[in-house]
T-cell receptor, first 117, second 109 residues
Framework: DTGVSQDPRHKITKRGQNVTFRCDPISEHNRLYWYRQTLGQGPEFLTYFQNEAQLEKSRLLSDRFSAERPKGSFSTLEIQRTEQGDSAMYLC???????????????FGPGTRLLVL | AQRVTQPEKLLSVFKGAPVELKCNYSYSGSPELFWYVQYSRQRLQLLLRHISRESIKGFTADLNKGETSFHLKKPFAQEEDSAMYYCAFTPTGNTPLVFGKGTRLSVIA
């Protein structure tokens, strides 16, 4: 499978613990996005990278959330001191900067479902 | 604020009936619009995009700038069309997507 992969697929943690999720984009995709999806809602944008540069992080939900893409390949999303409200599906997507129509098509991973007890 | 509205949470139609999933967006410029679909137990995937003007799996969508709408249509629904459909847009095509809340389409045999 050469699609976007995410690990773990499921995570149960206790309130106050730190969690880290990993996303491996499609090879050679230079853009990588993180979204959060809660029940009954569409995906909500969190942050994105062009190669290793984080282009937008103001939408991260609080300073407990941080993301990295140190070598411009895989990315990690960390949530510190988790709260029950952080329970959600965390989605990763990647895209080439340009496709034949010169607009982006984002390819999504399967998501990581987080449950904070 | 940039926003996408999908007014129907659930839409049920009979097989062979026409389908229209509504989408309205809030943006004064010329956005790029998309429909994404998520079938049961599968990941979110692109169904179609405004700029390509394609018909995918019999679905089409027309951008109406006057009504700021991008409704998804199919003349004859099939059972395999049952899924969650999300409308999304990006103001420039070069920024992150803004998604609607989604509409669950259920096609009844």
């Amino acid at each position: 499978d050469t699609g976007v992969s995410q690990d773990p697929r499921h995570k149960i943690t206790k309130r106050g613990q730190n969690v880290t999720f990993r996303c491996d984009p499609i090879s050679e995709h230079n853009r990588l996005y993180w979204y959060r999806q809660t029940l009954g809602q569409g995906p909500e944008f969190l942050t994105y990278f062009q190669n290793e540069a984080q282009l937008e992080k103001s939408r991260l939900l609080s300073d407990r959330f941080s993301a990295e893409r140190p070598k411009g390949s895989f990315s990690t999303l960390e949530i510190q001191r988790t709260e029950q409200g952080d329970s959600a599906m965390y989605l990763c997507a990647s895209s080439p900067t340009l496709d034949r129509f010169q607009w982006e098509t984002q390819y999504f991973g399967p998501g990581t479902r987080l449950l904070v007890l | 604020a940039q926003r996408v509205t999908q007014p129907e949470k659930l839409l049920s139609v009979f097989k062979g009936a026409p389908v229209e999933l509504k989408c309205n967006y809030s943006y004064s410029g010329s956005p790029e619009l998309f429909w994404y679909v998520q079938y049961s137990r599968q990941r979110l995937q692109l169904l179609l995009r405004h700029i390509s003007r394609e018909s995918i799996k019999g679905f089409t969508a027309d951008l109406n700038k006057g009504e700021t709408s991008f409704h998804l249509k199919k003349p004859f629904a099939q059972e395999e069309d049952s899924a969650m459909y999300y409308c999304a847009f990006t103001p420039t095509g070069n920024t992150p997507l803004v998604f609607g809340k989604g509409t669950r389409l259920s096609v009844i045999a």
